[in-house]
């Protein structure tokens, strides 16, 4: 005695065979779709990275680009502070230099003052070692 009514197993239909076949095809577009917008994320980022380098590296070349040289006279003394960070005082035939870095220079160098394209200063001696000016540490 068979009834066909109650079929533990349903057969399944061609209609509902083509429906699993679509959901099946849509999954793998899906994660295609998936992996595609990764990579582009990926390139997007790498992309970003490169130029922000690139624009990076071009405003720290025009930044030190020297606008202007002039003389800052020749050494007379230079005095040290210690403590934490230490700075230099440079008293030249000219005027004195606060500078905010320690440095070492031989009396009667001459010294040079440049300034820069970002309007920083800089005290440099014949070998062309630059340090920085203090007050352009305070804006100045």
């Not at 390139?43 to 990275?49: G, N, P, T």
């Not at 870095?101 to 010294?111: G, Q, V």
Request: charged share 20%; aromatic share 8%; hydrophobic share 40%.
């Amino acid at each position: 005695m068979s009834n066909d009514n109650h079929s533990p197993i349903e057969r399944p239909t061609d209609s509902s065979r083509n429906a699993w076949q679509i959901f099946r095809l849509l999954k793998r577009t899906e994660i295609g779709l998936v992996a595609l917008m990764l990579i582009f994320a990926g390139a997007c980022m790498v992309l970003i990275m490169v130029l922000y380098l690139y624009f990076y590296e071009q405003h720290q070349v025009t930044r030190k680009q020297v606008l202007s040289e002039q003389s800052a006279g020749q050494v007379i003394t230079v005095s040290q502070s210690g403590g934490l960070f230490a700075r230099a005082l440079v008293q030249t035939d000219v005027g004195f230099y606060a500078l905010v870095d320690a440095i070492s220079l031989n009396r009667n160098e001459t010294l040079l003052m440049q300034t820069r394209a970002d309007q920083s200063r800089f005290l440099c001696d014949s070998q062309h070692r630059c340090v920085k000016l203090a007050a352009t540490e305070q804006g100045t």
